[in-house]
């Protein structure tokens, strides 16, 4: 059983760019949510994914989009990069049935300059 | 708004004792809480959890308590060990239990003295 994970690990972009995140989920997972950890803080939750549709959101700007697809791999998507963007962004996969704890990746720390 | 607080941003204790962890939340409508830890350059680990209509919950050295009335939670780790030292985050979901929509809290770093 492969856990959940992430790519790339460390990613350096300029502001105003774009960039793609994605994760891998747990075998056996149809629910991805994705997750922002600035330093010193805990993580905040940005929006999930079920069965490919999205099932809640943060409070989070619409330049924050994601995808699911059909194998329920995830993709986490930021538009014209800010500086406060930077942070490590966590994705978590779960089962998707009641008290099922969700699985965490190691991150991607985006740094934007 | 911080829906879920965890005030003690540090806590130190001897190898051996006791450490408690504590939470404290403000929305009655969370009904799932969940304990992570965290260590450098890795993603949150899963601990334990407890439902709501639960006011204890047990594994191993870790339990966690709940006490609804006063929207407060706790983690206590006996005995401690040096490798439990790390970032805890508590956690709390709504809605027919966990969802994998989380809030979590700030973290408390967690030092274990050999």
């Known amino acids: 059983e492969t856990g959940v994970t992430q790519s790339p690990t460390h990613l350096i972009k300029t502001r105003g760019q774009q960039v793609t995140l994605r994760c891998s989920s747990q075998s056996g997972h149809n629910t991805v949510s994705w997750y922002q950890q600035a330093l010193g803080q805990g993580p905040q939750f940005i929006f999930q994914y079920y069965r490919e549709e999205e099932n809640g959101r943060g409070n989070f700007p619409p330049r924050f989009s994601g995808l699911q697809f059909p194998n329920y791999s995830s993709e986490l998507n930021v538009n014209a990069l800010e500086l406060d963007d930077s942070a490590l962004y966590l994705c978590a996969s779960s089962p998707g049935g009641v008290d099922a704890e969700a699985f965490f990746g190691q991150g991607t720390r985006l740094t934007v300059v | 708004d911080q829906q879920v607080k965890q005030n003690s941003p540090s806590l130190s204790v001897q190898e051996g004792r006791i450490s408690i962890l504590n939470c404290d939340y403000t929305?009655?409508?969370?009904?799932?809480f969940l304990w992570y830890k965290k260590y450098p350059a890795e993603g949150p680990t899963f601990l334990i959890s407890i439902s709501s209509i639960k006011d204890k919950n047990e594994d191993g050295r870790f339990t966690v308590f709940l006490n609804k009335s006063a929207k407060h939670l706790s983690l206590h780790i006996v005995p401690s060990q040096p490798g439990d030292s790390a970032v805890y985050f508590c956690a709390a979901s709504k809605g027919s239990g966990n969802t994998g929509k989380l809030i979590f809290g700030q973290g408390t770093t967690l030092q274990v003295k050999p």
């Open positions: 929305n009655s409508m969370f009904d799932y």
